[in-house]
Each structure stands twice: as structure tokens, then as C-alpha cells.
């Protein structure tokens, strides 16, 4: 039987409840957050997929320099959001939890996609 589904599943409603107890009184907000988490769980334990092993490493300068850029986007994005918004600290978690989800499950799910050659 494939446990990854029922993992993925215990994982995203933990997540959900943790989230909910802790910071976001909102089951919107933890669900969404639950099934976030829910997907990296799955791809985590569906496929022996080594995503953080490999790190993408540019040898043109301007290749460098344009990859710096773009992380310092993503990393820096959520700050400003979170600086304009003007959230309290519980939410400022929340979204900070929410945003590295996103981007494991895309990191995951895009490194799985490539495995399984889809």
C-alpha cells in the first residue's frame, strides 16, 4: 500500500492544527497552510527525491548575477509584503511558514516532475 498519502495527510492537518493553536485563529488560513505542507509531505515521501542535494550553479557572469538578483527577490519579497501590510507578529509567522512551504512544494514538485521525466 502506498503510504504516501496518508503521510502527506497527517502532515498537513498537524500543520493546519499547529498553525490554528499557535498563531491564526482561522481555519482558512491553517487549512490552506495544511495543504501546503500536505503536498511537500506527499513528494517527500512518495518518490526518494534528493532535491536539496543538487544546487544549480551558473558559469556565465551575467548568469550569476541575474540568478543573485532573482533570490534576492524571492527572499526579500515576502519582507517588504509583510513591512506593507503592517501584520501583527502572528501573522507575520504565518505567512513567513505559509511562503517557505510554497516554494519546498514547488521545489519538490518540480524536481519529482523531472525524475519521473513527465
Known sequence: MNRALPVA????????????????????????????????????????????RYRTRFTERTDKVGDFIGLMGVNLG???????????????????????GAVAFILFATHVRHEVGA
Open 78 to 100: 515576502i519582507l517588504a509584503f509583510i513591512a506593507y501590510l503592517n501584520t501583527s507578529t502572528r501573522v507575520t509567522a504565518a505567512l513567513v511558514i505559509w511562503y517557505t
Open 9 to 52: 495527510l497527517g502532515v498537513g492537518v498537524l500543520v493546519a492544527a499547529a498553525v490554528y493553536a499557535l498563531l491564526v485563529s482561522d481555519w482558512y488560513v491553517a487549512g490552506c497552510l495544511g495543504g501546503t505542507y500536505a503536498g511537500v509531505a506527499y513528494f517527500a515521501s512518495a518518490y526518494s527525491s534528493t532535491v536539496f
